[in-house]
């Protein structure tokens, strides 16, 4: 099967990413226990299913109460040939009872590319988790499959 940076001839982009939360800010909502607001970003990679590797920086903001609650997440992608691939997730955090251990599941869309994907448009969906509370340093897993449109 011919694959380029994740395409498949079948029109999926198949990958996981690890990145690290490099800053968090937020604000405690009075209205409920642990109820925050903020905003958070980080640094990390994504992984291929074709071995291609990719660069990101992660941008988001929640609504979680004891880490629970909903996200909106951008990831910048950009490759070795120096294309760019920008997606969107709006999703959820839930099964977290202490702010830690939250999993996550959202549907994504590719909100534009340069290079390789500049005329690249697709939708599709997210999984993933992290171990710890939302914090610097903190890891987080992800893995998406997207349909080209």
Do not use: W
């Not at 990958?15 to 905003?39: A, P, R």
């Not at 992984?47 to 990719?54: E, I, P, Q, R």
């Not at 629970?68 to 490759?79: R, V």
């Amino acid at each position: 099967m011919f694959c380029f940076n994740g395409f498949s001839q079948t029109k999926e982009l198949k990958f996981d990413m690890k990145y690290q939360i490099i800053s968090n800010d937020f604000l405690i909502i009075n209205d409920s226990l642990n109820h925050k607001i903020g905003k958070a970003a980080g640094t990390g990679s994504a992984l291929f299913k074709d071995g291609t590797n990719a660069e990101v920086r992660i941008f988001f903001i929640y609504d979680y109460v004891k880490g629970n609650g909903d996200f909106i997440e951008y990831y910048l992608l950009t490759f070795p040939d120096e294309s760019t691939l920008t997606i969107q997730a709006k999703g959820r955090s839930f099964g977290s009872t202490d702010e830690s251990m939250p999993l996550f599941t959202a549907q994504v869309i590719i909100a534009g590319g340069t290079g390789a994907y500049a005329n690249f448009k697709g939708t599709g969906g997210m999984s993933g988790n992290r171990k710890n509370i939302l914090e610097s340093g903190s890891i987080v897993k992800l893995s998406f499959d997207i349909k080209q449109q």
